[in-house]
């Protein structure tokens, strides 16, 4: 870079280039001693830019039994509960849909609550819960397992069902 005779300054002009990199990227740039030390240069003698990106990556969503839940009973009803997590956590909420598998030997509405089928995990949180409340029908059925999928979103992807 050259700074003309009787110039105060130079200015650097960076541009962007399209990438599908969603890391951060910084340029650095640093005065260094010229040739034949024809000028002295004053601290600080760095600058830096972050480089905004429009790439967005996307949060990995999956579904947990939630420990200490993994036996629910129409007796009191004991409720299940499964969560589902997010990784990255972000700042900002996230709409997850999910269904009960329709193999799953237990029903919705016959033997468990109706469920909203959609969870919000708020801003900064790493997960939500569903809960599972089973309704006591007064039929010995045995056990009825309960699937739970993730459905997929345009928002995240997502992995598992349980």
Not at 33 to 48: E, K, L, M, V
Not at 91 to 119: C, G, M, W
Not at 138 to 154: K, N, Q, W, Y
Request: aromatic share 4%; glycine share 6%.
């Amino acid at each position: 870079m050259v700074i003309p005779e009787n110039g105060c300054c130079a200015t650097i002009t960076v541009t962007g280039r399209e990438d599908l990199d969603t890391d951060a990227e910084t340029i650095r740039v640093t005065v260094q001693n010229g040739q034949n030390n024809s000028y002295a240069y004053s601290d600080p003698r760095t600058a830096q830019i972050d480089i905004g990106d429009n790439d967005v990556s996307m949060p990995t969503v999956t579904i947990t039994v939630t420990p200490g839940s993994s036996s629910p009973s129409e007796t009191g009803p004991a409720p299940g509960r499964f969560t589902v997590s997010r990784m990255p956590v972000t700042n900002a909420e996230l709409l997850v849909r999910y269904a009960p598998n329709p193999t799953s030997r237990a029903k919705e509405i016959t033997d468990f609550n109706q469920l909203a089928h959609e969870i919000r995990i708020p801003p900064m949180a790493p997960s939500a819960e569903i809960q599972i409340i089973p309704l006591d029908d007064s039929c010995f059925e045995g056990p009825e397992p309960i699937t739970v999928d993730l459905e997929p979103g345009a928002n995240y992807t997502s992995r598992g069902h349980l």
